[in-house]
Structures are given as C-alpha cells and as structure tokens.
C-alpha cells in the first residue's frame, strides 16, 4: 500500500512558476513508477508526466519544455516543476503511483492560472 499527499497548488498568474510535492507513505517508494496527471473540468483525466524507478522522464507534449518530474527516494517524495504556465494547465494535478499494473492515487491539488 501507498499513501500519497499532494501540495503545492494555488493561483498563479500566466508565465509563472509552481512546484508540486507528493508525499508518499508506506514502503518501497523507490520501485514505484511515478506519474502526475491532471483533470480539468469537463475533461478527462491526462497523464502530463511520468518517471520510473530508474530515473527515466517522459512528458506530455503539451508540457514538453516547461514542467520538469523529478524523485527524491530518500524523501518517498516525487516533484513536479512547472513553469511557464498557461491557463489551459489550470486542473486538479493528481499524484500516481505504480507498480505492475496496481495505481494508488492522491486527493490531488489545484493549480488555478489566471490573471
């Protein structure tokens, strides 16, 4: 089992810059493949960035350039980077983890972009 908290959400202006965290608890964090999506309202769920236990990063088109997923195992916590932000990426931002084919999500947080 993994627990996962998402932080690091709230309203920034067009161009600007935020970090989310996931927190995770519970065991083996390290061998889990991480992944942020994000759901805007009245869309589907969309996966934005994902990285695996090894380290290896995959993004979104749409985030290519401007987030950036980083892990730091020592902390059970996985990070998204995002800058230059637009405010077609205002959504709820979800923390994945898994292994497997088992998902364990987080409550999620809201990134709002807006002037």
């Known amino acids: 089992q993994v627990q996962l908290v998402e932080s690091g959400g709230g309203l920034v202006q067009p161009g600007g810059s935020l970090r989310l965290s996931c927190a995770a608890s519970?065991?083996?964090?390290?061998?889990?493949?991480m992944d942020w999506y994000r759901q805007a309202p009245g869309k589907q769920r969309e996966l934005v960035a994902g990285?695996?236990?090894?380290?290896?990063?995959d993004y979104a088109d749409f985030v290519k350039g401007r987030f950036t997923i980083s892990r730091d195992n020592a902390k059970n916590t996985v990070y998204l980077q995002m800058s230059s932000l637009k405010p077609e990426d205002t959504a709820v931002y979800y923390c994945?983890?898994?292994?497997?084919?088992?998902?364990?999500w987080g409550q999620g947080t809201q990134v709002t972009v807006s002037s």
């Open positions: 990285i695996t236990s090894g380290g290896t990063t």
């Open positions: 994945n983890a898994n292994l497997g084919g088992l998902h364990f």
């Open positions: 519970g065991s083996s964090f390290s061998i889990y493949s």
